[in-house]
Protein backbone atom coordinates (compact mmCIF):
# COMPACT_ATOMS: atom_id res chain seq x y z
CA UNK A 1 0.00 0.00 0.00
CA UNK A 2 2.81 2.42 0.88
CA UNK A 3 4.28 1.82 -2.24
CA UNK A 4 1.21 2.61 -4.29
CA UNK A 5 1.06 5.96 -2.68
CA UNK A 6 4.37 6.88 -3.24
CA UNK A 7 3.68 6.12 -6.71
CA UNK A 8 0.95 8.34 -6.80
CA UNK A 9 1.80 11.06 -5.20
CA UNK A 10 5.42 11.20 -6.96
CA UNK A 11 3.47 11.63 -10.47
CA UNK A 12 0.81 13.79 -8.88
CA UNK A 13 3.62 15.99 -7.73
CA UNK A 14 6.05 16.17 -10.89
CA UNK A 15 2.63 16.71 -13.38
CA UNK A 16 1.04 19.49 -10.93
CA UNK A 17 3.83 21.10 -8.54
CA UNK A 18 1.59 20.03 -5.22
CA UNK A 19 -0.17 17.54 -4.35
CA UNK A 20 -3.94 16.83 -4.85
CA UNK A 21 -4.95 14.37 -2.20
CA UNK A 22 -8.03 13.66 -3.62
CA UNK A 23 -6.59 12.62 -7.45
CA UNK A 24 -4.03 10.60 -5.60
CA UNK A 25 -6.73 8.32 -3.93
CA UNK A 26 -9.07 8.18 -6.85
CA UNK A 27 -5.86 7.17 -9.17
CA UNK A 28 -5.09 4.36 -6.15
CA UNK A 29 -8.35 3.09 -6.23
CA UNK A 30 -8.87 3.06 -9.49
CA UNK A 31 -5.46 0.48 -9.89
CA UNK A 32 -6.43 -1.52 -7.03
CA UNK A 33 -10.81 -1.16 -5.96
CA UNK A 34 -9.95 -3.77 -3.16
CA UNK A 35 -8.07 -0.41 -1.04
CA UNK A 36 -11.28 0.64 -0.34
CA UNK A 37 -11.54 -1.34 2.55
CA UNK A 38 -8.92 0.25 3.61
CA UNK A 39 -9.74 3.58 3.41
CA UNK A 40 -8.51 4.65 6.74
CA UNK A 41 -5.53 3.13 7.05
CA UNK A 42 -4.57 5.14 3.55
CA UNK A 43 -5.53 8.72 4.28
CA UNK A 44 -3.41 8.06 7.38
CA UNK A 45 -0.24 7.15 5.58
CA UNK A 46 -1.28 9.50 2.66
CA UNK A 47 0.68 12.59 4.82
CA UNK A 48 3.39 11.00 5.28
CA UNK A 49 4.03 9.93 2.38
CA UNK A 50 3.28 13.60 0.60
CA UNK A 51 5.76 14.90 3.31
CA UNK A 52 8.56 12.46 2.55
CA UNK A 53 8.34 13.02 -1.67
CA UNK A 54 8.17 16.86 -0.50
CA UNK A 55 11.33 16.72 1.07
CA UNK A 56 13.03 15.65 -1.85
CA UNK A 57 14.50 17.34 -4.59
CA UNK A 58 13.02 17.47 -8.42
CA UNK A 59 16.24 15.53 -9.62
CA UNK A 60 15.54 13.25 -6.82
CA UNK A 61 11.69 12.90 -7.11
CA UNK A 62 12.08 12.36 -10.82
CA UNK A 63 14.53 9.36 -10.22
CA UNK A 64 12.37 8.11 -7.95
CA UNK A 65 9.47 8.02 -10.20
CA UNK A 66 11.51 6.40 -13.07
CA UNK A 67 11.17 3.41 -10.85
CA UNK A 68 7.97 3.37 -11.24
CA UNK A 69 7.50 4.28 -14.70
CA UNK A 70 6.68 0.81 -16.03
CA UNK A 71 4.00 -0.27 -13.37
CA UNK A 72 1.09 2.01 -14.75
CA UNK A 73 -1.70 0.00 -15.69
CA UNK A 74 -4.32 1.21 -18.26
CA UNK A 75 -7.34 3.00 -16.42
CA UNK A 76 -9.84 0.37 -15.69
CA UNK A 77 -13.12 1.33 -18.22
CA UNK A 78 -16.45 0.80 -16.71
CA UNK A 79 -18.56 -1.24 -19.83
CA UNK A 80 -20.52 0.89 -21.75
CA UNK A 81 -23.91 0.70 -22.87
CA UNK A 82 -23.19 2.00 -26.36
CA UNK A 83 -25.48 0.03 -28.63
CA UNK A 84 -24.05 -0.43 -32.43
CA UNK A 85 -26.76 -0.91 -34.93
CA UNK A 86 -26.23 -4.43 -35.24
CA UNK A 87 -27.62 -4.80 -31.45
CA UNK A 88 -30.82 -3.06 -32.74
CA UNK A 89 -33.51 -4.80 -32.41
CA UNK A 90 -34.33 -6.58 -35.48
CA UNK A 91 -36.55 -5.56 -38.09
CA UNK A 92 -38.93 -8.69 -39.50
CA UNK A 93 -38.63 -9.80 -42.87
CA UNK A 94 -40.39 -8.57 -45.79
CA UNK A 95 -41.90 -10.26 -48.57
CA UNK A 96 -39.29 -11.99 -50.62
CA UNK A 97 -38.88 -10.62 -54.56
CA UNK A 98 -36.53 -12.98 -56.63
CA UNK A 99 -34.06 -11.57 -59.54
CA UNK A 100 -34.76 -7.81 -58.16
CA UNK A 101 -32.70 -5.18 -56.24
CA UNK A 102 -34.45 -4.22 -53.37
CA UNK A 103 -35.95 -0.91 -53.59
CA UNK A 104 -37.90 1.31 -50.67
CA UNK A 105 -38.89 4.89 -51.29
CA UNK A 106 -40.69 8.00 -48.73
CA UNK A 107 -42.27 10.08 -50.50
CA UNK A 108 -42.89 13.83 -48.97
CA UNK A 109 -45.03 16.89 -49.18
CA UNK A 110 -43.22 20.14 -49.86
CA UNK A 111 -45.63 21.82 -47.67
CA UNK A 112 -43.57 23.04 -44.80
CA UNK A 113 -39.68 23.23 -44.45
CA UNK A 114 -39.79 20.96 -41.64
CA UNK A 115 -39.68 17.05 -40.95
CA UNK A 116 -42.68 16.05 -38.36
CA UNK A 117 -41.77 13.16 -36.13
CA UNK A 118 -44.09 10.86 -37.08
CA UNK A 119 -43.03 10.84 -40.89
CA UNK A 120 -39.31 10.85 -39.80
CA UNK A 121 -40.31 7.27 -38.23
CA UNK A 122 -41.99 5.90 -41.15
CA UNK A 123 -38.76 7.72 -43.36
CA UNK A 124 -36.73 5.76 -40.72
CA UNK A 125 -38.53 2.38 -41.49
CA UNK A 126 -37.79 2.24 -45.53
CA UNK A 127 -34.14 3.82 -44.82
CA UNK A 128 -33.78 1.17 -42.51
CA UNK A 129 -34.90 -1.99 -44.30
CA UNK A 130 -33.23 -0.77 -47.64
CA UNK A 131 -29.98 -1.11 -45.41
CA UNK A 132 -31.06 -4.14 -44.15
CA UNK A 133 -31.52 -5.77 -47.64
CA UNK A 134 -28.38 -3.83 -49.07
CA UNK A 135 -30.47 -2.55 -51.43
CA UNK A 136 -31.70 1.07 -52.32
CA UNK A 137 -33.27 4.41 -50.69
CA UNK A 138 -35.04 6.98 -52.65
CA UNK A 139 -36.33 10.42 -51.17
CA UNK A 140 -39.49 11.53 -53.51
CA UNK A 141 -40.88 15.26 -53.03
CA UNK A 142 -44.38 15.07 -54.12
CA UNK A 143 -44.79 18.79 -55.28
CA UNK A 144 -47.30 18.91 -58.28
CA UNK A 145 -49.89 20.98 -55.94
CA UNK A 146 -48.42 24.19 -56.56
CA UNK A 147 -50.53 25.83 -53.76
CA UNK A 148 -49.14 24.00 -51.45
CA UNK A 149 -45.41 24.33 -51.81
CA UNK A 150 -42.65 26.27 -49.07
CA UNK A 151 -39.73 26.76 -51.46
CA UNK A 152 -37.00 26.24 -48.16
CA UNK A 153 -38.75 22.79 -48.18
CA UNK A 154 -36.90 21.29 -50.65
CA UNK A 155 -33.63 21.62 -49.05
CA UNK A 156 -34.73 20.81 -45.96
CA UNK A 157 -36.28 17.74 -46.77
CA UNK A 158 -32.95 16.77 -48.11
CA UNK A 159 -30.99 17.68 -45.86
CA UNK A 160 -32.72 16.21 -43.03
CA UNK A 161 -33.54 12.88 -44.55
CA UNK A 162 -29.85 12.91 -45.12
CA UNK A 163 -29.21 13.31 -41.37
CA UNK A 164 -31.65 10.85 -40.17
CA UNK A 165 -30.63 7.99 -42.39
CA UNK A 166 -26.70 8.60 -41.73
CA UNK A 167 -26.22 9.75 -45.14
CA UNK A 168 -28.60 6.71 -46.66
CA UNK A 169 -30.18 8.36 -49.20
CA UNK A 170 -29.56 7.15 -52.47
CA UNK A 171 -31.50 9.31 -55.13
CA UNK A 172 -33.51 12.29 -54.64
CA UNK A 173 -36.83 12.63 -57.29
CA UNK A 174 -38.81 15.77 -58.03
CA UNK A 175 -42.46 14.88 -59.15
CA UNK A 176 -42.63 18.35 -60.87
CA UNK A 177 -39.79 17.59 -63.10
CA UNK A 178 -41.28 14.73 -64.37
CA UNK A 179 -44.45 15.79 -65.37
CA UNK A 180 -43.62 14.59 -69.39
CA UNK A 181 -43.64 11.18 -68.08
CA UNK A 182 -47.36 11.48 -66.21
CA UNK A 183 -48.49 13.10 -69.86
CA UNK A 184 -46.98 10.14 -71.48
CA UNK A 185 -48.98 7.70 -69.21
CA UNK A 186 -52.11 10.01 -68.99
CA UNK A 187 -52.61 9.87 -73.02
CA UNK A 188 -51.78 5.81 -73.02
CA UNK A 189 -55.03 5.55 -70.46
CA UNK A 190 -56.85 7.79 -72.62
CA UNK A 191 -56.28 5.48 -75.59
CA UNK A 192 -56.98 2.14 -73.54
CA UNK A 193 -60.08 3.54 -72.57
CA UNK A 194 -59.42 3.61 -69.23
CA UNK A 195 -59.37 7.31 -68.40
CA UNK A 196 -61.87 10.19 -69.26
CA UNK A 197 -62.02 13.88 -69.14
CA UNK A 198 -64.65 14.78 -66.89
CA UNK A 199 -66.91 18.18 -66.98
CA UNK A 200 -69.19 17.27 -64.91
CA UNK A 201 -69.96 19.55 -61.71
CA UNK A 202 -68.57 18.10 -58.71
CA UNK A 203 -72.46 17.56 -56.72
CA UNK A 204 -73.74 15.80 -59.95
CA UNK A 205 -70.76 13.68 -59.92
CA UNK A 206 -70.93 12.89 -56.69
CA UNK A 207 -74.41 11.78 -56.63
CA UNK A 208 -74.31 9.74 -59.52
CA UNK A 209 -71.16 7.69 -57.95
CA UNK A 210 -72.95 7.08 -54.90
CA UNK A 211 -75.85 5.60 -57.10
CA UNK A 212 -73.23 3.43 -58.90
CA UNK A 213 -74.28 5.48 -62.20
CA UNK A 214 -71.78 6.42 -64.34
CA UNK A 215 -71.56 10.06 -65.64
CA UNK A 216 -72.24 11.35 -69.48
CA UNK A 217 -68.58 11.70 -69.82
CA UNK A 218 -67.19 8.56 -69.26
CA UNK A 219 -68.64 6.76 -72.18
CA UNK A 220 -67.24 9.28 -75.10
CA UNK A 221 -65.31 8.67 -77.76
CA UNK A 222 -61.65 7.92 -77.37
CA UNK A 223 -61.44 10.35 -79.94
CA UNK A 224 -63.51 13.29 -77.96
CA UNK A 225 -61.47 12.51 -75.12
CA UNK A 226 -58.18 12.83 -76.87
CA UNK A 227 -59.96 16.42 -77.28
CA UNK A 228 -60.93 16.95 -74.25
CA UNK A 229 -57.67 16.22 -72.51
CA UNK A 230 -55.71 18.87 -74.99
CA UNK A 231 -57.86 21.53 -73.81
CA UNK A 232 -57.41 20.71 -70.42
CA UNK A 233 -54.00 22.51 -71.27
CA UNK A 234 -55.78 25.01 -73.27
CA UNK A 235 -59.38 25.79 -73.07
CA UNK A 236 -60.83 24.83 -69.44
CA UNK A 237 -60.46 27.15 -66.50
CA UNK A 238 -59.69 25.59 -63.47
CA UNK A 239 -62.38 23.67 -61.77
CA UNK A 240 -64.24 23.33 -65.14
CA UNK A 241 -62.54 19.35 -66.02
CA UNK A 242 -60.60 16.39 -64.66
CA UNK A 243 -59.33 13.75 -66.32
CA UNK A 244 -60.70 10.39 -63.77
CA UNK A 245 -59.60 6.78 -64.12
CA UNK A 246 -62.17 4.42 -65.05
CA UNK A 247 -62.72 1.80 -61.94
CA UNK A 248 -65.80 -0.74 -60.97
CA UNK A 249 -68.32 1.69 -60.72
CA UNK A 250 -69.93 -1.53 -58.67
CA UNK A 251 -66.85 -1.24 -55.69
CA UNK A 252 -68.09 -1.13 -52.40
CA UNK A 253 -65.78 1.86 -51.68
CA UNK A 254 -67.21 5.17 -53.25
CA UNK A 255 -64.10 6.44 -53.14
CA UNK A 256 -62.40 4.07 -55.19
CA UNK A 257 -65.24 4.55 -57.74
CA UNK A 258 -63.75 6.98 -61.15
CA UNK A 259 -61.84 8.17 -59.04
CA UNK A 260 -59.51 11.87 -60.09
CA UNK A 261 -56.31 11.96 -61.77
CA UNK A 262 -55.29 15.32 -63.05
CA UNK A 263 -56.68 18.69 -62.70
CA UNK A 264 -56.12 22.36 -63.60
CA UNK A 265 -54.06 24.91 -61.40
CA UNK A 266 -53.29 28.12 -62.59
CA UNK A 267 -50.69 29.22 -59.61
CA UNK A 268 -47.19 29.36 -60.02
CA UNK A 269 -44.95 26.69 -59.27
CA UNK A 270 -41.97 27.79 -57.19
CA UNK A 271 -39.83 25.79 -59.49
CA UNK A 272 -42.24 25.71 -62.51
CA UNK A 273 -43.40 28.98 -63.01
CA UNK A 274 -46.46 28.58 -64.78
CA UNK A 275 -45.15 25.99 -67.61
CA UNK A 276 -47.67 24.22 -66.37
CA UNK A 277 -51.40 24.05 -65.49
CA UNK A 278 -52.34 20.38 -65.69
CA UNK A 279 -51.26 18.35 -62.50
CA UNK A 280 -50.82 14.92 -61.71
CA UNK A 281 -53.04 14.02 -58.02
CA UNK A 282 -50.79 12.00 -55.91
CA UNK A 283 -53.28 8.72 -56.67
CA UNK A 284 -52.03 9.10 -60.46
CA UNK A 285 -48.31 10.04 -60.08
CA UNK A 286 -47.35 7.68 -57.26
CA UNK A 287 -47.59 4.22 -59.19
CA UNK A 288 -46.39 6.05 -61.81
CA UNK A 289 -43.24 6.87 -59.98
CA UNK A 290 -43.22 3.56 -58.31
CA UNK A 291 -43.45 1.75 -61.36
CA UNK A 292 -40.69 3.60 -62.90
CA UNK A 293 -38.18 3.66 -60.24
CA UNK A 294 -38.94 -0.11 -59.94
CA UNK A 295 -40.15 -0.05 -56.16
CA UNK A 296 -40.24 -3.69 -54.28
CA UNK A 297 -41.40 -2.72 -51.04
CA UNK A 298 -43.70 -0.22 -50.15
CA UNK A 299 -44.10 0.75 -46.44
CA UNK A 300 -46.56 3.56 -45.24
CA UNK A 301 -49.66 3.91 -43.09
CA UNK A 302 -52.73 2.35 -42.95
CA UNK A 303 -54.57 4.98 -43.78
CA UNK A 304 -52.69 4.86 -47.57
CA UNK A 305 -54.97 1.35 -48.44
CA UNK A 306 -58.19 3.29 -49.88
CA UNK A 307 -55.23 4.88 -52.11
CA UNK A 308 -53.55 1.30 -52.90
CA UNK A 309 -56.71 0.01 -54.09
CA UNK A 310 -57.44 2.92 -56.34
CA UNK A 311 -53.63 2.71 -57.78
CA UNK A 312 -53.73 -1.07 -58.37
CA UNK A 313 -55.98 -0.14 -61.59
CA UNK A 314 -53.25 1.88 -62.62
CA UNK A 315 -51.09 -1.67 -62.50
CA UNK A 316 -54.08 -3.77 -63.76
CA UNK A 317 -54.28 -1.52 -67.06
CA UNK A 318 -50.41 -1.10 -67.76
CA UNK A 319 -49.45 -5.14 -66.86
CA UNK A 320 -47.24 -3.90 -64.27
CA UNK A 321 -45.52 -6.11 -61.79
CA UNK A 322 -46.97 -5.01 -57.94
CA UNK A 323 -44.79 -4.56 -55.27
CA UNK A 324 -45.20 -5.49 -51.87
CA UNK A 325 -47.36 -3.10 -50.23
CA UNK A 326 -46.88 -2.86 -46.38
CA UNK A 327 -49.27 -0.83 -44.43
CA UNK A 328 -48.21 -0.05 -40.48
CA UNK A 329 -49.84 1.14 -37.86
CA UNK A 330 -50.78 4.63 -37.12
CA UNK A 331 -48.48 6.62 -34.30
CA UNK A 332 -50.40 8.72 -32.51
CA UNK A 333 -48.48 11.15 -30.78
CA UNK A 334 -50.85 12.90 -27.59
CA UNK A 335 -49.83 15.98 -26.81
CA UNK A 336 -47.71 16.67 -29.93
CA UNK A 337 -48.78 19.27 -32.69
CA UNK A 338 -47.68 16.97 -35.98
CA UNK A 339 -49.87 18.99 -38.87
CA UNK A 340 -47.41 20.62 -41.10
CA UNK A 341 -50.12 23.47 -42.32
CA UNK A 342 -50.97 24.30 -38.91
CA UNK A 343 -47.40 24.60 -37.35
CA UNK A 344 -46.49 26.65 -40.87
CA UNK A 345 -49.24 29.31 -39.61
CA UNK A 346 -48.29 29.28 -36.03
CA UNK A 347 -44.46 29.78 -37.17
CA UNK A 348 -46.18 32.68 -39.67
CA UNK A 349 -47.90 33.84 -36.44
CA UNK A 350 -44.45 33.58 -34.49
CA UNK A 351 -46.02 31.37 -32.28
CA UNK A 352 -42.20 29.25 -33.25
CA UNK A 353 -39.11 30.85 -34.15
CA UNK A 354 -39.00 28.25 -37.20
CA UNK A 355 -39.33 24.82 -37.46
CA UNK A 356 -36.55 24.01 -35.21
CA UNK A 357 -37.52 25.61 -32.75
CA UNK A 358 -37.17 23.41 -29.47
CA UNK A 359 -40.82 23.00 -28.94
CA UNK A 360 -41.35 21.52 -31.64
CA UNK A 361 -42.03 17.97 -32.38
CA UNK A 362 -39.68 17.99 -35.67
CA UNK A 363 -36.90 16.66 -36.72
CA UNK A 364 -34.82 19.64 -36.77
CA UNK A 365 -35.45 20.57 -33.48
CA UNK A 366 -34.41 17.38 -32.22
CA UNK A 367 -30.84 17.50 -34.16
CA UNK A 368 -30.60 21.20 -32.83
CA UNK A 369 -30.84 19.63 -29.42
CA UNK A 370 -28.40 17.06 -29.64
CA UNK A 371 -29.94 14.32 -30.50
CA UNK A 372 -28.40 11.76 -32.82
CA UNK A 373 -29.98 10.01 -35.74
CA UNK A 374 -29.27 6.38 -34.07
CA UNK A 375 -31.69 7.44 -31.21
CA UNK A 376 -34.55 7.24 -33.75
CA UNK A 377 -33.02 4.93 -35.47
CA UNK A 378 -33.58 2.73 -32.97
CA UNK A 379 -36.62 3.80 -31.93
CA UNK A 380 -37.91 2.76 -35.29
CA UNK A 381 -36.60 -0.62 -34.91
CA UNK A 382 -38.35 -0.84 -31.21
CA UNK A 383 -41.84 -0.31 -33.05
CA UNK A 384 -41.11 -1.97 -36.36
CA UNK A 385 -43.40 -2.31 -39.04
CA UNK A 386 -46.54 -2.89 -36.59
CA UNK A 387 -50.03 -3.32 -37.81
CA UNK A 388 -51.15 -2.36 -34.60
CA UNK A 389 -52.56 1.42 -34.29
CA UNK A 390 -50.51 3.16 -30.94
CA UNK A 391 -51.00 5.58 -28.84
CA UNK A 392 -48.30 7.41 -27.64
CA UNK A 393 -47.98 10.40 -25.01
CA UNK A 394 -44.92 12.73 -26.38
CA UNK A 395 -43.78 12.83 -23.05
CA UNK A 396 -43.27 8.85 -23.22
CA UNK A 397 -41.70 9.19 -26.75
CA UNK A 398 -39.27 11.84 -25.23
CA UNK A 399 -38.14 9.47 -22.70
CA UNK A 400 -37.57 6.40 -24.69
CA UNK A 401 -35.39 8.43 -27.78
CA UNK A 402 -33.64 10.35 -24.82
CA UNK A 403 -32.67 7.21 -23.02
CA UNK A 404 -31.66 5.87 -26.51
CA UNK A 405 -29.65 9.05 -27.41
CA UNK A 406 -27.67 9.02 -23.79
CA UNK A 407 -26.50 5.23 -25.33
CA UNK A 408 -24.45 6.85 -27.50
CA UNK A 409 -23.72 10.07 -26.14
CA UNK A 410 -22.86 9.10 -22.56
CA UNK A 411 -19.10 7.62 -23.42
CA UNK A 412 -18.04 10.62 -25.32
CA UNK A 413 -19.14 13.93 -23.27
CA UNK A 414 -16.99 15.54 -21.35
CA UNK A 415 -18.60 16.86 -18.07
CA UNK A 416 -18.78 20.71 -16.77
CA UNK A 417 -20.36 22.54 -13.90
CA UNK A 418 -23.39 25.34 -14.76
CA UNK A 419 -24.70 27.14 -12.58
CA UNK A 420 -27.94 28.60 -12.68
CA UNK A 421 -28.45 31.74 -10.76
CA UNK A 422 -25.79 31.55 -8.65
CA UNK A 423 -25.49 32.86 -5.04
CA UNK A 424 -21.82 34.00 -3.77
CA UNK A 425 -21.11 31.60 -0.41
CA UNK A 426 -18.03 31.65 1.70
CA UNK A 427 -16.92 28.69 2.74
CA UNK A 428 -14.82 29.31 6.89
CA UNK A 429 -11.76 27.09 7.00
CA UNK A 430 -12.15 26.18 3.21
CA UNK A 431 -8.04 25.22 1.90
CA UNK A 432 -6.70 26.86 -1.41
CA UNK A 433 -7.13 24.01 -3.56
CA UNK A 434 -6.08 23.03 -7.23
CA UNK A 435 -9.08 20.41 -7.68
CA UNK A 436 -8.75 18.21 -10.86
CA UNK A 437 -12.26 17.42 -11.49
CA UNK A 438 -12.60 14.77 -14.31
CA UNK A 439 -14.18 15.23 -17.79
CA UNK A 440 -15.55 12.37 -18.01
CA UNK A 441 -15.39 9.83 -14.91
CA UNK A 442 -15.17 6.60 -16.51
CA UNK A 443 -12.30 8.16 -18.93
CA UNK A 444 -9.24 9.52 -17.78
CA UNK A 445 -7.95 9.93 -21.58
CA UNK A 446 -10.06 12.81 -21.79
CA UNK A 447 -7.92 15.19 -19.51
CA UNK A 448 -9.35 17.10 -16.49
CA UNK A 449 -10.80 20.44 -15.64
CA UNK A 450 -8.58 22.20 -13.46
CA UNK A 451 -10.20 24.68 -11.02
CA UNK A 452 -8.44 26.93 -8.54
CA UNK A 453 -10.36 27.92 -5.54
CA UNK A 454 -10.31 29.43 -2.42
CA UNK A 455 -12.92 30.50 0.24
CA UNK A 456 -15.76 32.22 -2.02
CA UNK A 457 -18.24 29.70 -4.01
CA UNK A 458 -21.10 30.21 -6.60
CA UNK A 459 -23.92 28.17 -5.91
CA UNK A 460 -27.50 27.17 -7.36
CA UNK A 461 -28.71 25.08 -4.05
CA UNK A 462 -30.68 26.36 -0.69
CA UNK A 463 -28.19 25.19 1.71
CA UNK A 464 -29.69 23.85 4.92
CA UNK A 465 -28.64 24.48 8.55
CA UNK A 466 -26.82 21.46 10.45
CA UNK A 467 -26.91 19.60 6.76
CA UNK A 468 -23.41 18.14 5.68
CA UNK A 469 -22.70 18.82 2.06
CA UNK A 470 -19.96 17.79 -0.49
CA UNK A 471 -19.20 20.11 -3.23
CA UNK A 472 -18.37 17.59 -6.24
CA UNK A 473 -14.40 16.61 -6.48
CA UNK A 474 -13.42 18.76 -3.78
CA UNK A 475 -14.54 18.83 -0.54
CA UNK A 476 -17.70 18.44 2.29
CA UNK A 477 -18.69 21.21 4.68
CA UNK A 478 -21.42 22.54 7.07
CA UNK A 479 -23.24 25.55 8.14
CA UNK A 480 -20.41 26.84 5.49
CA UNK A 481 -17.70 25.76 7.40
CA UNK A 482 -14.81 23.24 6.05
CA UNK A 483 -15.58 20.11 7.54
CA UNK A 484 -13.37 17.62 5.40
CA UNK A 485 -11.51 16.77 1.88
CA UNK A 486 -11.34 13.27 1.27
CA UNK A 487 -14.65 11.85 -0.14
CA UNK A 488 -16.59 9.23 2.64
CA UNK A 489 -19.45 7.46 1.12
CA UNK A 490 -20.41 6.77 4.85
CA UNK A 491 -20.68 10.78 5.69
CA UNK A 492 -23.98 10.39 3.33
CA UNK A 493 -22.95 14.16 2.44
CA UNK A 494 -25.37 15.69 -0.22
CA UNK A 495 -23.24 16.36 -3.41
CA UNK A 496 -23.72 19.96 -4.92
CA UNK A 497 -21.92 21.15 -7.88
CA UNK A 498 -20.30 24.83 -7.78
CA UNK A 499 -17.88 27.13 -9.46
CA UNK A 500 -15.52 28.96 -7.90
CA UNK A 501 -15.64 33.05 -7.30
CA UNK A 502 -13.35 34.29 -10.28
CA UNK A 503 -13.38 36.62 -13.17
CA UNK A 504 -12.82 33.65 -15.97
CA UNK A 505 -16.22 32.64 -15.56
CA UNK A 506 -18.23 31.91 -18.77
CA UNK A 507 -22.03 33.40 -18.90
CA UNK A 508 -24.27 30.59 -19.73
CA UNK A 509 -27.60 30.43 -21.46
CA UNK A 510 -29.82 26.92 -21.83
CA UNK A 511 -32.83 26.60 -24.11
CA UNK A 512 -35.12 24.35 -22.78
CA UNK A 513 -37.72 22.50 -24.48
CA UNK A 514 -40.58 24.63 -22.32
CA UNK A 515 -39.65 27.77 -23.97
CA UNK A 516 -37.71 28.32 -20.93
CA UNK A 517 -34.21 29.96 -20.50
CA UNK A 518 -31.89 28.85 -17.45
CA UNK A 519 -29.15 31.59 -16.98
CA UNK A 520 -26.40 31.34 -14.98
CA UNK A 521 -22.26 31.01 -15.07
CA UNK A 522 -19.81 28.01 -16.48
CA UNK A 523 -16.35 26.86 -16.19
CA UNK A 524 -13.86 28.80 -18.02
CA UNK A 525 -12.68 25.52 -19.83
CA UNK A 526 -16.09 25.86 -22.21
CA UNK A 527 -14.73 28.64 -23.49
CA UNK A 528 -12.65 25.68 -25.68
CA UNK A 529 -15.81 23.99 -26.76
CA UNK A 530 -16.59 24.17 -30.50
CA UNK A 531 -20.11 25.55 -31.91
CA UNK A 532 -22.58 22.28 -31.92
CA UNK A 533 -20.67 20.33 -29.58
CA UNK A 534 -22.41 18.11 -27.04
CA UNK A 535 -21.27 17.97 -23.56
CA UNK A 536 -23.11 17.12 -20.19
CA UNK A 537 -23.40 20.08 -17.30
CA UNK A 538 -23.36 17.41 -14.38
CA UNK A 539 -26.75 17.53 -12.33
CA UNK A 540 -28.37 19.09 -14.96
CA UNK A 541 -28.37 17.15 -18.21
CA UNK A 542 -26.68 16.78 -22.04
CA UNK A 543 -26.53 19.98 -24.02
CA UNK A 544 -25.72 20.82 -27.25
CA UNK A 545 -23.63 23.67 -27.98
CA UNK A 546 -25.77 26.38 -30.20
CA UNK A 547 -23.65 29.83 -30.43
CA UNK A 548 -21.13 31.09 -29.07
CA UNK A 549 -22.06 35.09 -28.45
CA UNK A 550 -19.43 37.70 -27.73
CA UNK A 551 -20.36 37.95 -23.67
CA UNK A 552 -22.09 34.43 -23.67
CA UNK A 553 -22.41 30.89 -24.73
CA UNK A 554 -26.00 29.33 -25.92
CA UNK A 555 -26.42 25.72 -25.54
CA UNK A 556 -29.94 23.52 -26.20
CA UNK A 557 -30.67 21.46 -23.35
CA UNK A 558 -31.15 17.66 -24.92
CA UNK A 559 -32.18 15.31 -21.95
CA UNK A 560 -30.89 14.14 -18.57
Known amino acids: MKDLLKKYVLQNILKYGKPDKHSIIGKIFAENPRLKDKKAAIFKELDAVIASVASLSKPEQEKEFSVYAGSFQPPQQRERNIVSSKQFRPLPELPAVEGREHIFRIEISPSGAGTHIGRGILLLLNAEYAKKYKGKFIVRISDTDPDKVDPAAYQVIVEEAKWLTENKVDEVIIQSERMDIYYLYAKQLIDLKKAYVCTCAVESFRELILKQEACPCRDLSAKEQTVRWHQMFTTYQQGEAVLRVKTDLQHPNPAVRDWPAFRINESE ?292
Not at 438 to 450: A, Q, W, Y
Not at 519 to 544: A, M, S, T, W, Y
Open 269 to 560: HVRQGKKYRVWPLMNFAVPVDDHENGMTHIIRGKDHIVNKDRQLYIYKYFDWWVPHFVHIGKINFVGMKLKTSLTKEEIKNKKYAGWDDIKLPFVGALRRRGFLPASLIKYAHEIGPSKVDKTVPYDTFMQAIASYNKEFIDASTKRYFFVEKPKKITIKGAPNITAHAPLHPDDPSKGERILETGKDFYIQDTLEKNKLYRFMHLFNFKNKTFHSEPYDQALKATLIHWLPVCDDLVPVWIHCQDGTVKKGLGEPGLRDLKVHEIIQFERVGFCKLDAKEKDKLIFWYGHR
